[in-house]
């Protein structure tokens, strides 16, 4: 059975600091690229971040130089770790899985975490 179990996220104040991370089952962790996508009610998924099988890395403009995505495939856990947090950053976090490096398109989601920017 596959699963996507990421960490319980949380209440932030600004300029505060969180780390995300999303342990895998079920699937070959390292074959996989690993996605974190946010969603608010208000506004369309958002890729945040997203890390190959080999390494390559790319970040949303709006998370470049304050958010940090990492894997490590003895613990099948990859992570986000997220810096100088903005209200803006409010949403449902999830990780997805992805046989394909280019597109959009994951096999697996996990159930998302809510993480809230706030004072």
């Known amino acids: 059975q596959v699963q996507l179990v990421e960490s319980v996220g949380g209440l932030v104040q600004p300029g505060g600091s969180l780390r995300l991370s999303c342990v895998a089952s079920?699937?070959?962790?390292?074959?996989?690229?690993m996605r974190w996508y946010r969603q608010t009610p208000e506004q369309e998924r958002e890729l945040v971040a997203a890390i190959s099988i080999a390494g390559s890395i790319n970040y949303a403009d709006s998370v470049k130089g304050r958010f940090t995505i990492s894997r490590d495939n003895v613990k099948n856990t990859v992570y986000l770790q997220m810096n100088s947090l903005k209200p803006e950053d409010t949403a449902v976090y999830h990780c997805a899985a992805a046989s394909v490096w280019y597109g959009n398109a994951n096999d697996y989601w996990g159930q998302g975490t809510q993480v809230t920017v706030s004072s």
């Open positions: 079920g699937f070959t962790f390292s074959g996989a690229h």
